[in-house]
Every structure is written in structure tokens, then in C-alpha cells.
């Protein structure tokens, strides 16, 4: 199975919402990062857990929460969120450490934050 | 921050042609992968190489490097409509671990039948 799944496809939300986003691999990978995308630009890094430890915050503002219950979950928690956090958020994994490994990227979640 | 910038930022062929699209970054990396997109979609991978290599080949891709001038091209040959996409190229530098890929800006390919 070389798939990252990732629910909701799509999500609508209001600035005082909660939501979660979600993502699952079963490829053994213990390395997962969160992207955001906007339109027609490249995936940005927001963090990286390895080992289910976060081990990049890439400055993220904290309406951003990210959690790795366990080494195939990766959820990204959403409170308080601007009209300018909409974008395409991609979850990805892949091996840990410094080796070059190539990421498996899950479809990603649109957001549209209203 | 993105350091990756390529080039160009659209191009439009005709099925059976060849597409070449440059990457160009600022730093020493370890290593340059290429990545494609469909619309609205997650990334694919489709090929790394490393910073001691020279050119890879992979089906109808050829990747080359030149990090004395920093750049990157990836060749797809015999293009076909189902190459329409957007194309990444993604770097992991010397001073960062494998997991910090910064990526281009992208090119965006479309095929026409």
C-alpha cells in the first residue's frame, strides 16, 4: 500500500469554527509533514514529525495545531482561522533522517475559510 | 524560504514533442528531486538525483544537474496529453536534513492532443 489518504476532501469553515484535518499512511514511514498550497504556487512546509516527535515548526502560526497520535495518523487541528488560511493543505510522508527519500503525497484537503 | 525558481513558469507543446523545463536554485544541496502535480491534486514523485550525479534516466525522463551553476532540467520526451501537468523540482540542502525539501515555483505543462 503506497497510499496517503487524507479526509475531508473538502472543507468550508467559518473564522470561529473548529475543524480537523486528517491523514493515514500505512507504509511504515515515520517521518509525515503538512504543506499548504496556494493557487498556482508550491507546497509550503508547515511541520515535520519524525518518529511521531515534531521536529519542524516552520513559524505556523498557533490557529494551526498540529498532533501525531501514532506513527500512520497525522491530524491537523484548525481554530480561529483567517480568509487568507485557505488553500490546499497536502500531508506527505515518507522515511526519516537525512538520506534523500522521496514523499508520498496524499490528495490534500481544500479549505475555504469564510 | 523557496529558492528554487524555474523556468518557464507555462509551456504549451503538441503531443509528441519534447518539454524541457529548468530549475535553478541558490544554495549547496544534497540532492534534487522532481515532482509532478495534476490539477488540484497531491504531488508524485518522479525522480531523484543526487548532488554527485551528473543525469539520470527514467522511462521518458531525463533529469540533469549542474551544481557549478546551481540548475536543473528535466526532459520529458514523446509527450502524450496525460503529461499535462504542473512540474516541481524540490531541493534538500547541506545544512538541513532530508525532510525540508523547498520547492520551485513550478512549471506548468499543457499538452495538446
Known amino acids: 500500500d503506497t497510499e496517503v489518504t487524507q479526509t475531508p476532501k473538502h472543507l468550508v469553515m467559518g473564522m470561529t469554527n473548529k475543524k480537523s484535518l486528517k491523514c493515514e499512511q500505512h507504509?511504515?514511514?515515520?517521518?509525515m509533514y503538512w504543506y499548504k498550497q496556494k493557487a498556482k504556487k508550491p507546497p509550503e512546509l508547515m511541520f515535520v514529525?519524525?518518529?511521531?516527535?515534531?521536529?519542524i515548526n516552520e513559524s505556523v502560526p498557533s490557529r494551526f495545531s498540529p498532533e501525531c497520535p501514532n506513527s500512520s495518523l497525522l491530524n491537523l487541528h484548525l481554530h480561529a482561522l483567517q480568509p487568507e488560511d485557505s488553500a490546499l493543505y497536502l500531508c506527505?510522508?515518507?522515511?526519516?533522517?537525512?538520506?534523500?527519500?522521496?514523499?508520498?503525497f496524499g490528495p490534500g484537503t481544500r479549505l475555504t475559510v469564510t | 524560504s523557496q529558492q528554487g525558481e524555474e523556468d518557464p513558469q507555462a509551456l504549451s507543446i503538441q503531443e509528441g514533442e519534447n518539454a524541457t523545463m529548468n530549475c535553478s536554485y541558490k544554495?549547496?544541496?544534497?540532492?534534487l528531486q522532481w515532482y509532478r502535480q495534476n490539477s488540484g491534486r497531491g504531488l508524485v514523485h518522479l525522480i531523484l538525483?543526487?548532488?554527485?550525479?551528473r543525469e539520470k534516466h527514467s522511462g521518458r525522463l531525463r533529469v540533469t544537474l549542474d551544481t557549478s551553476k546551481k540548475s536543473s532540467s528535466l526532459l520529458i520526451t514523446a509527450s502524450r496529453a496525460a503529461d499535462t501537468a504542473s512540474y516541481f523540482c524540490?531541493?534538500?540542502?547541506?545544512?538541513?536534513?532530508?525532510?525540508?525539501?523547498?520547492f520551485g515555483e513550478g512549471t506548468q505543462l499543457t499538452v495538446n492532443p
Open positions: 506527505a510522508s515518507s522515511h526519516p533522517g537525512l538520506a534523500p527519500y522521496e514523499q508520498y
Open positions: 507504509m511504515g514511514h515515520r517521518a
Open positions: 514529525y519524525s518518529y511521531e516527535k515534531l521536529s
Open positions: 544554495t549547496s544541496i544534497n540532492n
Open positions: 538525483i543526487r548532488s554527485n550525479e
Open positions: 524540490a531541493t534538500d540542502g547541506e545544512e538541513t536534513s532530508g525532510s525540508r525539501l523547498t
